[in-house]
């Protein structure tokens, strides 16, 4: 997957070269571009925004800068084809093996889409799911424009709909500075369910939302700390027993705290009987 970045603060984008992240660049499994919006600019003060139509406070980032850079981006020309990707600050450990070897097979190589996908992190998109991530992760070029101060002019994303599949995104019921950190979660979000980033292949398959549902705790040794045991159904050795303990532990979690997707997995008809006994007793039914 190639990842794109336009932005006017490209150093906020520096976390994407470290940890799962850095050691899928070395893996070559994606392939990261942050882009300086900036260099689109053709004034002397490198403006990229202007006060906005009809009044108000703030600025609006400018049609003019915007919408060369977005086309350049979509088709690797201009200042866009000579931004280096970002290098990983993995320590090189997979040196002497092939790129090719490290890198899973992708779905969306084998369906080509003939549009790159353009997400537009602002407050007033659409909310970022779980869902989303997951079919995002098999795109093969997905391209992040951060707006800053008031936003972007909105005829940007209305033109770029020519040249991208695009989506308007909000990460939450907040407001942001801008939309560099929303584009650090969503990458993270998508980039960790591509088939071999994540060290273990199941590690998302129990994750909150997966399967509508908050995922239940997790222990690790020692068995007993400052008093506190671990539940011990996770010690009986009983595979059945302990699937069953960490369902119950999900759907009472889930109940507890997010009523609205237990409300939703109940109508997607997810629950068992014996979840609905279990959400009806308000406590596992064995332990
Ligand atoms: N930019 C500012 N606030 C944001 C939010 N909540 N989500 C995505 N982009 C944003």
């Known amino acids: 997957m190639r990842l794109d970045v336009l932005t006017i603060f490209p150093e906020y984008l520096e976390p994407l070269r470290h940890a799962l992240l850095g050691k899928a660049i070395e893996q070559d499994i994606i392939q990261v571009g942050v882009h300086n919006l900036r260099e689109w600019t053709?004034?002397?003060?490198?403006?990229?925004?202007?006060?906005?139509?009809?009044?108000?406070?703030?600025?609006?980032?400018?049609?003019?800068?915007?919408?060369?850079?977005?086309?350049?981006?979509?088709?690797?020309?201009?200042?866009?084809?000579?931004?280096?990707?970002?290098?990983?600050?993995?320590?090189?450990?997979?040196?002497?093996?092939?790129?090719?070897?490290?890198?899973?097979?992708?779905?969306?190589?084998?369906?080509?889409?003939?549009?790159?996908?353009?997400?537009?992190?602002?407050?007033?998109?659409?909310?970022?799911?779980q869902d989303m991530a997951a079919r995002w992760s098999t795109e093969k070029h997905v391209v992040f424009a951060c707006g800053r101060y008031e936003g972007i002019d909105q005829r940007v994303v209305d033109d770029a709909a020519n040249t991208y599949r695009v989506e308007e995104v909000s990460i939450g019921d907040y407001v942001l500075i801008g939309g560099e950190v929303a584009v650090?979660?969503?990458?993270?979000?998508?980039?960790?369910?591509?088939?071999?980033?994540?060290?273990?292949?199941?590690?998302?398959?129990?994750?909150?939302?997966?399967?509508?549902?908050?995922?239940?705790?997790?222990?690790?040794?020692?068995?007993?700390?400052?008093g506190l045991d671990v539940p011990a159904v996770l010690l009986s050795g009983n595979h059945g027993k302990v699937e069953r303990w960490r369902r119950d532990q999900s759907l009472l979690k889930t109940a507890a705290r997010r009523p609205d997707l237990l409300e939703a997995a109940q109508e997607a008809g997810l629950l068992t009987k014996r979840d609905q006994q279990v959400l009806d007793a308000g406590t596992p039914l064995e332990e």
Not at 62 to 86: H, I, N, Q, R, Y
Not at 212 to 224: A, F, H, I, N, V
């Open 184 to 226: 650090l979660v969503m990458v993270e979000a998508i980039v960790r369910l591509i088939p071999g980033v994540l060290g273990n292949a199941a590690s998302h398959q129990d994750d909150s939302f997966q399967n509508g549902l908050l995922e239940g705790p997790s222990y690790t040794k020692p068995r007993r700390w400052r």
């Open 42 to 129: 053709s004034d002397v003060h490198q403006a990229v925004d202007d006060s906005p139509y009809g009044g108000g406070p703030g600025m609006v980032m400018k049609p003019s800068v915007w919408g060369p850079a977005l086309d350049d981006v979509a088709a690797g020309t201009g200042p866009a084809a000579s931004c280096s990707d970002l290098i990983s600050s993995v320590p090189h450990r997979l040196l002497g093996t092939s790129s090719s070897d490290a890198a899973a097979p992708r779905l969306g190589e084998e369906s080509p889409t003939t549009k790159p996908l353009l997400i537009v992190p602002t407050p007033a998109g659409v909310p970022f799911t």
